[in-house]
């Protein structure tokens, strides 16, 4: 069975340049979460879909990030502009439901903004 | 504002020492406390998970130990061997007593464990 896909695997931009991120989870998952992990921090939660619906979106900086799961499948977060505190990994987790402890996490996309 | 507090921030054992990692909670809205392991370059993967109204949960070489009423849990890897050398992660879940959060995990802030031959 195929894990948690994301693409790209690293990502170096200038600042005020756009990115996009993108993920496909496993199939059957209905749960999808992107986090955002700093350098020698634990994964924070940047949003929470259960099907194509965002349940949680609280931690999600809205005025330069945005994320859609249009289809239920895979989704895209997207950060226009990016900032330089913007480095870090992104992961892409997803889980067959939403009160599930168990998630499934893929390599993530490390994003370096000079 | 961190929810979950762990510690060490490093660990070094060697080769069939234990490993004793330590994190502490406040909210009393997380119904479940999982562990994740995590490798360079990859994501982290589930460990091994444990209930509130259970003391000890042990899968192989790991435990986690829970004292509800110090609102501590650890994760004690026995015979620790190289392999076991990454980033080890606690988090705790909300439960449904949290609403809309139900399901949300919140992480510590991550162990290096080194595992020395």
């Known amino acids: 069975e195929a894990g948690v896909v994301q693409s790209p695997r690293y990502k170096i931009i200038e600042k005020k340049q756009p990115v996009a991120f993108w993920c496909n989870p496993i199939?059957?998952?209905?749960?999808l979460y992107w986090y955002r992990q700093n350098l020698g921090q634990g994964p924070e939660l940047l949003i929470r879909?259960?099907?194509?619906?965002?349940?949680?979106d609280s931690q999600l900086p809205k005025d330069r990030f945005s994320a859609e799961r249009l289809k239920g499948v895979d989704s895209t977060l997207k950060i226009q502009p990016a900032e330089l505190g913007d480095s870090a990994v992104y992961l892409c987790?997803?889980?067959?439901?939403?009160?599930?402890?168990?998630?499934?996490f893929g390599p993530g996309t490390r994003l370096t903004v000079t | 504002q961190q929810q979950v507090k762990q510690s060490p921030q490093s660990l070094i054992v060697q080769k069939g020492g234990i490993s004793i990692i330590n994190c502490a909670y406040e909210?009393?809205?997380?119904?479940?406390f999982p562990w994740y392991q995590q490798f360079p370059g990859k994501g982290p993967a589930l460990l091994i998970a444990?209930?509130?109204?259970?003391s000890e949960k042990k899968e192989g070489r790991f435990t986690i130990s829970f004292n509800k009423s110090a609102k501590q849990f650890s994760l004690h890897i026995m015979d620790s061997q190289p392999g076991d050398s990454a980033t080890y992660f606690c988090?705790?879940?909300?439960?449904?007593?949290?609403?809309?959060?139900?399901?949300?995990?919140?992480f510590g802030q991550g162990t290096i464990l080194t595992v020395h031959p």
């Open positions: 987790a997803s889980s067959f439901s939403t009160g599930s402890y168990e998630q499934y």
């Open positions: 199939s059957g998952h209905n749960t």
């Open positions: 879909y259960e099907n194509e619906e965002a349940v949680d």
């Open positions: 909210n009393t809205a997380f119904d479940y």
């Open positions: 444990i209930r509130p109204d259970v």
């Open positions: 988090a705790a879940r909300i439960g449904r007593t949290g609403g809309t959060s139900y399901g949300k995990l919140t």
